[in-house]
């Protein structure tokens, strides 16, 4: 699709009022250099409805975003690029962070969702854990060094193109890296790869490091981990006595985003972010896919405005649903 298309189908989308244009970059792909420039535009426009902080760096020093929506004593964490592919995420929680703050700041509803829940329930965003694996799938090896570049040729099998790439900088998949169920993960591959990786051991990338002493310093009530693709939510590791309040809340989601509730498997295999939440806070924790699927690589643009359609509420409506949850354990 050419670029002039893509802008005209995302003005279409503007006109009909799918996507509040506000100040996030649209209209081409996300990466780690967009990102920065729009946080910039969002800090100046929302200077008492977010705060922005850096958790830690990737392994090539980019760093770690992330901000803070609202007064709430509460919080939930939506999180997005764990995988260099699905920048996608990262442009969609912008959306939403850039939506409902336009709201907020102006006492104004988004949609038929209340922004007064951000007074007793903030929402944590991390748009892009994994910086250099972005950088990479988009083809920036100029920004790796240059006797690096030949590493991560090797990893990518040799193919020039890195458009399927997944891992972070390191070959390391930041998903299959936290310390729940780790060690029951397949070996195979058994050294940095462009996806699946699981690592020598659990919390070896900085950038898991990063995330994991975040959330335990804002002990959130709810976590999201959004993936692309499939339309599909997974919300079941080992819930044990909460396993009825996580469904209820799961299926409000999938109904929300008309997106398939994922049937909890017999033999569930972990070292997945929201395994590692859902085991050590005993709170919901959910997996959501984007986009229809689309094999090894990012999902079109031409896909975000459908995507953003289904998801705009989903933030404030876990808000709303945090508010309910006790957090003893």
Same mark, same amino acid.
């Given at each position: ?23 996030? =970059? ?6 780690? =250099? ?49 995988? /260099? ?13 850039? /939506? ?109 490091? #990063? ?20 339309? $599909? ?21 999938? $109904?929300? #985003? ?72």
């Amino acid at each position: 699709m050419s670029k002039l298309l893509l802008s005209v189908l995302m003005i279409f989308s503007l006109q009909l009022g799918q996507i509040p244009p506000h100040h996030t =970059e649209l209209n081409q792909p996300y990466s780690y =250099e967009v990102l920065k420039q729009d946080l910039k535009k969002l800090k100046r426009h929302y200077k008492k409805e977010i705060q922005i902080k850096t958790i830690g760096t990737s392994h090539f020093g980019r760093e770690i975003y992330a901000i803070k929506l609202g007064r709430g004593k509460k919080n939930i964490v939506l999180i997005g690029a764990h995988h /260099g592919r699905e920048w996608m995420t990262s442009m969609l929680l912008m959306k939403k962070l850039d /939506g409902y703050a336009h709201a907020y700041q102006r006492t104004k509803p988004f949609g038929d969702y209340s922004t007064d829940i951000l007074d007793e329930v903030s929402i944590w965003f991390v748009p892009m854990l994994n910086p250099d694996g972005v950088a990479i799938q988009q083809n920036q090896l100029h920004h790796f060094p240059a006797k690096y570049r030949k590493k991560l040729l090797k990893m990518n099998q040799g193919v020039a193109k890195f458009d399927r790439w997944k891992a972070n900088g390191m070959g390391i998949d930041l998903n299959r890296q936290y310390p729940a169920g780790w060690y029951a993960l397949k070996k195979t591959p058994t050294k940095p790869f462009y996806q699946f990786y699981k690592g020598k051991r659990p919390v070896q990338a900085k950038e898991v490091r #990063a995330l994991i002493r975040f959330i335990r310093k804002i002990d959130p009530s709810i976590a999201v981990a959004y993936h692309s693709a499939g339309r $599909e939510i997974f919300w079941n590791y080992h819930n044990g006595k909460y396993l009825k309040r996580d469904k209820m809340i799961a299926k409000k989601v999938a $109904e929300l #985003a008309d997106y398939q509730l994922g049937k909890p498997p017999k033999h569930a295999v972990g070292g997945g972010f929201t395994d590692w939440f859902i085991t050590t806070y005993h709170r919901p924790a959910m997996t959501v896919e984007i986009s229809p699927l689309v094999g090894e690589k990012s999902p079109p643009l031409a896909f975000f405005a459908e995507e953003w359609r289904r998801n705009q509420y989903v933030g404030l409506m876990l808000a709303k649903e945090a508010k309910k949850i006790n957090k003893n354990r």
